[in-house]
């Protein structure tokens, strides 16, 4: 290397992406090791937005939470539900082991009351971790429940569309999730703060519906081949 | 025994003058207007507040002729019912210094103080006592004590009581009184000073059987009574089992913003009586009146025991910037009914910190209930029941842990999100995986269910809940999220 290259970096002037520091923000395991290890080996972020970008429920995006929530659950702190698409099925959440008594869902009017609740619910020491699905959010209302999150150190995910991946967000991780062929997730990491984006992976989801891991398209014969839509 | 006598000689206007915003600068005083209180029949003054009284008016004047000296005049009018509540208020509040009150509707409560002066040292001391909860609270009271019930109400009333417990010169002071102040009826006043009788003492020295067979035997009971040597039996007033405050307006109150202040001082009291008690409540009563509207009731409720005004008054203003007023408000009234022991710190935590997020808990969702409504939060719980739609339930947020299921394992597999009622299934699902799973019941209550329920994968990959009912149609019912 020539003699004015190694003065620059002797200088500490350059920056070098290689020796880029891990970052410490707190975190929370996801509890998907292959996940954990794109995100930095950190897991969610604590204190700050995450954002879950999908077209439509049902592809296993609870399923990626759920680790998470099982845990805070039993650690006393509060589950919050904001605006849930559909009902959270109390049956299901039981069995998976979730307390459900650290549960709550809330059902909001308007953008404005969603707002006012999750900002309530963030700055809030016994909220563990917010589940919202907010309707249409200013980037200027992103910036604010960013500011609530961090005055908290709780986990927040917001599930939002998939259309809304080419835009900017303050939120300090963004997943954008779909689904895999084989009943799975993929996940690609759109932003992560203090890293570089653009990490994907895939996890096997078929345990949501006791599915055998090795997929291979078992098909139950049954009636329906002659009255299915 | 010793007996001590409060006169509230313009009660009512105390009242009503301690409910308005609570500008106390003299500076500032003059914008609200000055306030009298005239009788039921609106004809004569019956209390002049200082400002009126400044501008010339006074009690007994004919209303025209206060309208004439000050055309801005407020009016309120003197309602026996509202005095004896509010004379009721003032005993709640002297209870917490005396124990035995008697209620002397509609202006006087009278109190025991004999057996009080062991406590405080001293009768000086009592009297420091209660001369300063009265200044708090901003009334005016004339205060006198008497060797007998009636002896204290006199002196009381003539405006010229005395703290002392010197028998001689209390009896002196009772002698000097003024027949007109002794509270004879008119026609008896009259044959006494007829008799060239002027003070209360020279009827005292009369021989008692010459006073009842010239007079009437009501009379002499009436100076017996003063004196002592006849019994006067009192009726001791026991504190209500309830919290009652009331504020009224003489200008009604059109913003919300206006209501915080006579809400803050009574929310103060109601500190004070939950202190005092050791009780929290978790349920307010807030009765708003309007002069051409329904009242309004607003229930306030926390999620758990509290006694804070604090707390109370930050649900109270969330509440109100929910829902704004209806009307202007004539008067309010805040009572609590329902009363909770208070319990002992229940965390064995040694520093304490399960007990701050307990009480963080219950801030937090009794202002999301207080601004969203109490429907708006939910808890979830299964419930035994085979149809998929009737195995959940859900109830009101409680910070009550509720039996566990012990068995998870043996639960049926179930997807996360349930629709709120099945829907046509869009396409025809691109892989099965597991079913079917019969579930037929409902026939004892009429809801009845037969499907069968698998668990398919559509094409946008979405694994989806379907059944096919008894007529044959596919539904979706839920969605492994």
């Known amino acids: 290397m020539s003699k004015l290259l190694n003065t620059l970096i002797e200088d500490a002037r350059v920056w070098q992406g290689h020796r880029q520091t891990r970052t410490t923000q707190p975190a929370e395991p996801t509890g998907y090791q292959a996940l954990d290890n794109q995100l930095g080996g950190l897991g969610w972020p604590r204190g700050a937005l995450s954002e879950c970008l999908l077209d439509a429920p049902g592809i296993g995006e609870l399923q990626l939470v759920l680790p998470l929530m099982q845990r805070l659950s039993h650690t006393g702190k509060t589950v919050f539900w904001l605006n849930p698409p559909h009902t959270p099925y109390a049956p299901a959440l039981a069995r998976d082991g979730v307390n459900l008594d650290q549960i709550v869902m809330i059902r909001t009017e308007d953008n404005g009351d969603l707002l006012w609740t999750l900002e309530n619910c963030l700055r809030s020491p016994v909220t563990g971790l917010v589940l ?3 309707g249409k959010l200013a980037a200027r209302d992103i910036r604010r429940l960013q500011l609530a999150a961090e005055a908290g150190s709780n986990v927040c995910v917001l599930f939002r569309s998939r259309k809304l991946a080419d835009q900017s967000s303050p939120a300090a991780l963004r997943l954008e999730l779909e689904a895999g062929e084989h009943q799975d997730l993929r996940i690609n990491v759109l932003k992560r703060r203090g890293s570089w984006p653009g990490q994907r992976c895939t996890l096997a989801m078929g345990r949501r519906a006791d599915l055998p891991v090795t997929e291979s398209h078992r098909v139950v014969q049954g009636p329906w081949s002659a009255s299915a839509p | 025994m010793l007996w001590a006598y409060l006169h509230f000689p313009h009660l009512l206007l105390d009242h009503i003058r301690r409910s308005r915003s609570g500008r106390d600068e003299p500076h500032e005083e003059n ?7 005239v009788d039921q029949s609106a004809q004569r003054v019956l209390q002049a507040c200082p400002q009126a009284q400044a501008q010339g008016v006074q009690a007994g004047m004919r209303l025209k002729t ?6 801005e005049l407020a009016i309120a009018h003197a309602d026996p019912g509202r005095e004896q509540q509010i004379l009721a208020e003032q005993a709640r509040w002297l209870y917490r210094h005396v124990a035995s009150i008697v209620l002397y509707p509609p202006d006087g409560l009278l109190v025991e103080v004999g057996s009080l002066e062991k406590l405080y040292g001293g009768l000086a001391a009592v009297w420091q006592t209660l001369e300063q909860a009265l200044s708090e609270r901003h009334l005016t009271a004339w205060m006198a004590t008497g060797t007998t019930p009636l002896a204290a109400r006199l002196c009381a009333r003539a405006g010229q009581g005395q703290c002392t417990a010197d028998k001689g010169h209390m009896e002196r002071h009772l002698h000097n009184l003024s027949l007109a102040a002794a509270g004879f009826d008119d026609r008896t006043l009259i044959r006494l000073q007829r008799l060239g009788l002027t003070r209360l ?10 006073l009842a067979r010239r007079l009437t035997p009501e009379t002499l009971a009436r100076v017996q009574k003063i004196q002592g040597s006849r019994p006067d039996p009192q009726q001791p007033w026991q504190p209500p089992h309830h919290f009652r405050q009331q504020a009224d307006f003489v200008q009604d109150i059109e913003r919300a913003e206006g209501l915080l202040f006579p809400l803050q001082r009574i929310l103060t009291e109601l500190e004070e009586d939950l202190c005092w008690r050791q009780q929290d409540t978790d349920s307010l009563l807030l009765v708003l009146t309007h002069r051409h509207h329904e009242p309004t009731r607003l229930r306030i409720r926390t999620s758990g025991p509290e006694h804070r005004a604090e707390a109370f008054l930050n649900l109270m203003r969330l509440r109100f910037e929910q829902h704004p007023l209806p009307a202007p408000v004539a008067s309010l009234v805040l009572s609590v009914r329902r009363f909770l022991g208070r319990e002992a710190a229940a965390g064995n935590d040694l520093l304490g910190e399960t007990r701050d997020l307990n009480e963080a808990w219950h801030t937090l969702i009794s202002r999301l209930q207080a601004r969203l409504g109490n429907d708006a939060l939910q808890q979830l719980s299964p419930q035994p029941d085979h149809r998929p739609e009737r195995a959940w339930s859900a109830s009101e947020v409680q910070r009550k842990p509720r039996p566990a299921i012990s068995d998870l394992a043996s639960l049926p597999r179930r997807p996360l999100w349930l629709l709120s009622g099945p829907q046509a299934l869009p396409e025809a699902p691109v892989a099965w995986y597991s079913g079917p799973e019969r579930i037929s019941g409902g026939w ?31 539904f979706v019912h839920g969605w492994f999220g």
């Open chain 1, 132 to 134: 919202a699905w907010p």
């Open chain 2, 31 to 37: 914008s609200e207007p000055a306030l009298v209180v």
């Open chain 2, 66 to 71: 206060a309208l004439n000296l000050v055309p």
């Open chain 2, 201 to 210: 003492g020279e009827v005292m020295t009369l021989a008692p059987a010459e």
């Open chain 2, 444 to 474: 004892w209550d009429g809801q009845r269910v037969h499907r069968d329920y698998y668990i398919a994968g559509l094409g946008s990959g979405q694994l989806a809940w379907v059944f096919r009912d008894v007529r044959g149609g596919w």
